[in-house]
């Protein structure tokens, strides 16, 4: 039986949240809790609708034409799903990145400073540097780019990329940091460095990232959320799900007979 | 925040309101061609008729003398009366245009009015008739048949040869070394054709073809040539496009089959793209019916009275008679160069119709 | 050419080579029948291999008769006519002669048809040649009688008053400031219509538009792409002019009907097509994911256009308004009917200027002679056209190819 009840406040509550696009239903009635401060992991088989979840946090799937989001979505007790809420503001308070760094085509200086120009972050360049070299401090790329903070962003390793990506989304400052399977395009070194990371960022944030690989999810999130065909089948301690899980579904995927 | 938040949402209408307004500028400058020379167009597609009697001395600035005459000549009047031309300025009169005429040449009118000598019809002179000196008596016949034999000495020219081009850039042509080189300058060099102002041709067209080789001036074969040389670029292009949206594991297939690379092309590749290069075709067939500069340089300037028999006998065109039109003074002559345009529009909408209906029709084949 | 005995002969000749490809190829079908075996050619490549050289050997005969041919002499021709069927049948047969069960017909005729194919393709450069020779050639000789300083910096241009004969050096001024002046003005005037309008369009069609009313309002601009120029010519001299004319009355200024912002007016409009779809195939070329990055960030639909969408399309949206630009100046019915002929040098689009297009059509659409200064000049002019346009879509090519690399 799903477990999602959590022993402290959540920072996101979610109860029977449904996703269709178009006529094809993504999403069905999941009833998910999210701590703060910790990694949220959602696995599951490609096509489960772990991605199609993650945005429903930041609602991205606002973004897709005819994406249709019901249910209810609570953000520190605020719904987030209402006409009153602005995705806008929304989403300058939950960071997300992609499977694949797509920096802008501007300066690594730029593509970190795009948020905080946006929301108006900075009053002065001098704020605006220390927001800049914080953000990329936090995201371990200082000591490798600040020696060349105009050169196009887009001129970066995989990894330094991902990072760089990671970066701009900490200069919003955020609570909560949204990652769809960001170590899918790095090599095992690059990701080695965003897993440690990731490791040092959760004291600070709400985490949820999306992942192809057990392994990951067992090394990095406190919690692990499986879904399989657009349903949340198990959603429990990392360790107990991969210990004793709960459901026979559980077990075949994380034991690999199917997936 | 929120007053910041507040300022970037009104920023964010604004630029929707700009893109709003850029999309309703240009549908109200389309409304605005269109509508102007229907309007204006639409007055010239009819005209009036007198009914004259055999003895009758009418005025010639109310009735055409020359209609007159060549009716008279042909005895006609079986019974009595002859249908005749209204003058451009009588025509006007009654249509209500800003024309004045004298106290008698009124009565006249009036006279006819009440005796329900005058009709109105629909102007078959416009499409039937030569050009001519007056307006009411100026038809698009030669334009037509000028349009029409360069058009296909054009198509006749241009396709072949802006076909076997395609294809040969397409599928033989060296990808490497300086034969790899010479197949970029080419494509680059056919790219920039394409992309010459019109009226370069028709400086080509009047130092090669007449300056040079002797050609008459204004003479069909030299501006189907100009044109032929216009289109070519744009066959080779749109040509090229449909060769290469042909995927490669067709072409792979046949020749895995063991069929030689031009049995591949010829027999698979080419009929595949054959709705691309045909649509591309026509495309560069209508910019051609349209194209105007290169023919007034090439001497097709000159006021023509006769409908061009071969490729050798001075021809005009129908835009080109549109621009002649464009310069009479009265609006006879506007509502007239209107029509034509009217005409010319017709004619593109047309052949646009067909290719998108052929295109339509083969692809669904397929 | 009046005479149509040239044209019958090359019908005579394609009626030949398609004899001689039907007789050889029903031959060599017959063998392949009675021999019962697999040939290593289709017959028809056989039959297309005769028609080759007949039609070789026609063409050789028929050049040959041209360049000798008396005019009007009945012999002659009659004998020009059995060469031709006698050289193409005897070229057709000797090939038949070798068309047995082995013999390799295919990989001649490919090769003929690949050679065919690429000398074809020759047109291109040919004409290409053609333009800058022809071009070139008569502006030389223009050159001859008007300093190359004095065409490039003189601020007169009146080549109305041309030379007299017997009046030696005098001739018409032909500075061509004032002409370059007026096309520049124009096309400014027809770039701050177009590239606002196009841009926007593709922008809200690619980024906000539905897609119905994508479908309504993409055909709508490409209609006006496919009105003809002199259609808005028409339109300028007749609608647009007057409407400025008239709006200028109103505000206390007098206009003249041809006035630059006229002809800029209608040009941009016709230019608005070419940026919008340009522009739009960029912008739909920039991967989704910026703008989901962007979005992710907390930026509103505009902010990402203006700030993610746009640097990344830039190369692209700056070669389409190259385009235009090339475009604008070679533009000629417009401003032949709209923006008058008077080579004043003006900055103020109220006034009627003339451009390059302009004067060529002038110079060289009177009664005039050819080969004096004033036809010569029309070339110089074209020159300078086609050297500025050469240009302007070289480096357009070139800014979409580095694009193009940055997202292949």
Redesign the interface.
């Known amino acids: 039986m799903t477990n999602h009840s959590l022993e402290r406040e959540p920072k996101f509550r979610c109860r029977s949240v449904s996703v269709h696009y178009g006529s094809f239903q993504a999403l069905h009635d999941v009833d998910i809790d999210i701590m703060d401060r910790g990694v949220t992991a959602l696995i599951g088989p490609s096509g489960c609708g772990k991605s199609t979840l993650l945005r429903v946090f930041n609602r991205m799937n606002d973004t897709i034409a005819n994406a249709r989001v019901t249910g209810s979505v609570t953000m520190d007790g605020q719904d987030i799903l209402g006409g009153d809420i602005?995705p806008?503001?929304l989403r300058a308070r939950v960071g997300m990145v992609f499977q694949t760094p797509v920096p802008f085509p501007k300066s690594i200086y730029d593509n970190v400073a795009y948020g905080p120009r946006?929301?108006?972050l900075a009053r002065t360049r001098a704020e605006l540097d220390a927001v800049v070299e914080n953000s990329l401090r936090r995201a371990g790329l200082w000591d490798e780019v600040s020696d060349r903070l105009s050169m196009p962003g887009t001129g970066l390793s995989g990894g330094q990329q991902q990072r760089l990506v990671l970066a701009r989304a900490i200069a919003v400052d955020p609570e909560v940091i949204l990652m769809d399977e960001p170590a899918s395009s790095l090599d095992p070194i690059a990701t080695a460095r965003l897993e440690a990371l990731i490791e040092a960022l959760k004291a600070r944030y709400c985490i949820i990232i999306v992942t192809h690989s057990m392994a990951q999810a067992a090394r990095i999130s406190d919690r692990t959320a499986f879904l399989h065909q657009g349903r949340l089948i198990e959603y429990d301690a990392t360790e107990r799900l991969f210990t004793n899980p709960g459901d026979v579904r559980t077990q075949d995927y994380i034991t690999g007979r199917f997936g | 925040?929120s007053r910041?938040?507040a300022r970037?949402?009104r920023?964010?209408a604004?630029?929707?309101l700009?893109?709003?307004?850029?999309?309703a500028?240009?549908?109200l400058?389309?409304v605005?061609?269109i509508g102007?020379?229907l309007v204006?167009g639409a007055g010239a597609l009819t005209h009036h008729r007198v009914e004259v009697s055999a003895m009758e001395l009418v005025d010639p600035a109310l009735v055409s003398a020359s209609d007159l005459g060549a009716q008279q000549r042909r005895s006609d009047f079986q019974d009595g009366t002859q249908s005749v031309l209204a003058t451009a300025r009588l025509d006007q009169y009654l249509k209500g245009r800003d024309v004045v005429l004298s106290a008698e040449q009124v009565a006249t009118v009036e006279r006819w009015r009440e005796q329900g000598r005058i009709s109105r019809g629909f102007n078959t002179t416009l499409f039937t008739r030569p050009d001519s000196r007056d307006a009411e008596r100026a038809g698009l016949k030669t334009a037509l048949f000028g349009s029409l034999i360069m058009l296909a000495l054009a198509a006749a020219l241009a396709l072949?040869?802006g076909i076997?081009?395609a294809?040969?850039?397409d599928s033989?042509?060296p990808r490497r070394g300086w034969g790899g080189r010479l197949t970029r300058a080419?494509e680059?060099?056919?790219?920039?054709?394409a992309?010459?102002?019109?009226?370069?041709?028709g400086?080509?067209g009047?130092?090669?073809f007449i300056?040079?080789v002797g050609?008459a001036r204004s003479i069909a074969?030299v501006g189907g040539l100009v044109l032929a040389?216009r289109m070519?670029?744009t066959i080779?292009i749109a040509s090229r496009a449909a060769l290469e949206s042909v995927p490669p594991r067709i072409t792979d297939g046949a020749l895995c089959l063991g069929a030689?690379?031009?049995q591949v092309v010829f027999g698979t590749k080419l009929p595949m793209a054959g709705p691309g290069i045909l649509t591309g075709s026509i495309l560069g067939l209508?910019q051609a019916?349209?194209?105007?500069?290169p023919l007034?340089?090439i001497?097709m300037?000159a006021f023509m009275t006769e409908a061009p028999a071969?490729l050798?006998d001075p021809a005009t065109s129908l835009?080109v008679q549109?621009?002649l039109w464009?310069d009479g003074a009265e609006t006879a002559w506007?509502e007239r160069?209107?029509a034509a345009?009217l005409v010319?529009?017709g004619l593109?909408l047309l052949i646009?119709g067909a290719a998108t209906a052929l295109r339509a029709r083969l692809d669904h084949r397929r | 050419?009046?005479d149509p005995t040239p044209l019958y002969m090359l019908v005579l000749s394609a009626l030949l080579c398609a004899a001689v490809f039907y007789h050889v190829r029903d031959g060599a079908r017959r063998r392949v029948f009675l021999a019962g075996q697999r040939p290593h050619s289709r017959s028809r490549y056989h039959g297309a291999l005769a028609a080759c050289a007949a039609a070789a050997a026609c063409s050789v005969v028929y050049g040959v008769g041209l360049a000798l041919r008396p005019a009007g002499d009945v012999l002659f021709d009659a004998g020009w006519m059995a060469a031709t069927g006698l050289l193409g049948w005897l070229a057709g047969w000797m090939v038949s002669r070798r068309s047995t069960m082995a013999f390799r017909a295919?990989?001649h005729?490919?090769r003929i048809?690949?050679i065919?194919?690429?000398a074809?393709?020759t047109?291109?450069?040919l004409?290409?040649l053609?333009?800058v020779a022809?071009?070139l050639?008569?502006a030389l000789l223009f050159f001859g009688d008007v300093s190359i300083v004095e065409f490039i910096f003189g601020t007169q241009w009146s080549p109305q008053t041309a030379i007299r004969e017997g009046q030696a050096g005098q001739s018409g001024a032909f500075g061509a400031v004032p002409v370059m002046a007026g096309t520049l003005l124009i096309t400014a005037i027809a770039l701050l219509v177009a590239v606002?309008?196009?841009?926007?369009?593709a922008?809200?069609?690619s980024e906000?538009a539905s897609r119905r009313t994508r479908a309504l309002?993409k055909p709508?601009?490409e209609?006006?792409a496919?009105?003809?120029?002199?259609?808005?010519?028409?339109?300028a001299?007749?609608?647009v002019g007057p409407a400025v004319r008239s709006l200028a009355g109103a505000l206390g200024a007098n206009v003249p009907t041809q006035s630059a912002l006229a002809a800029g007016l209608v040009m941009g409009?016709m230019i608005?097509?070419l940026i919008?779809s340009l522009s739009d195939d960029v912008i739909n070329a920039v991967p989704q994911s910026l703008r989901d990055g962007s979005y992710a960030l907390g930026a509103?639909?505009?902010?990402t256009?203006?700030r993610a969408v746009l640097p990344s399309a830039l190369p692209g949206i700056v070669s389409a308004v190259l385009?235009a630009v090339?475009?604008a100046?070679?533009?000629?019915?417009i401003v032949?009917?709209a923006a008058g002929r008077g080579a004043t040098l003006s900055a103020n689009p109220l006034d009627s200027v003339t451009t390059v297009?302009v004067q060529?059509?002038a110079l060289?659409?009177g009664d005039q002679v050819?080969d004096s200064s004033k036809t010569r000049a029309?070339?110089a002019l074209?020159l300078m056209?086609?050297a500025l346009?050469?240009i302007l879509?070289?480096v357009a090519?070139i800014v979409v190819r580095r694009y193009k690399e940055r997202y292949a």
């Open positions: 602005d806008v503001s946006l929301h108006g | 925040m910041a938040l970037r949402k920023a964010e604004r630029f929707r700009m893109g709003r307004a850029a999309i500028f240009a549908l400058a389309l605005w061609v102007s020379v204006m072949p040869l076997a081009t294809v040969y850039l033989f042509a080419l680059v060099n056919i790219n920039n054709l992309a010459v102002p019109s009226i370069v041709f400086l080509l009047l130092a090669v300056n040079l050609l074969l040389l070519f670029p080779v030689s690379p031009v209508a019916l349209g194209e105007t500069a007034l340089l001497g300037i071969g050798t835009p549109v621009f464009s506007s160069t209107a345009i010319l529009l593109l646009n | 050419m009046t295919r990989p005729v490919e048809v690949r065919a194919l690429a074809l393709s047109l291109a450069v004409v290409t053609g333009i022809s071009l050639f008569e606002p309008t196009g841009l926007m369009i922008i809200y069609l906000y309002v709508m601009t209609i006006l496919g009105i003809p120029p002199v259609v808005y010519g028409f339109f001299l007749l609608s409009i608005i097509p919008s509103t639909r505009s902010e256009v203006r385009l090339s475009r100046i070679g533009e000629t019915m032949v009917m297009t060529i059509v060289l659409t050819f029309a070339f074209g056209l086609f346009t050469l879509n070289v090519l």
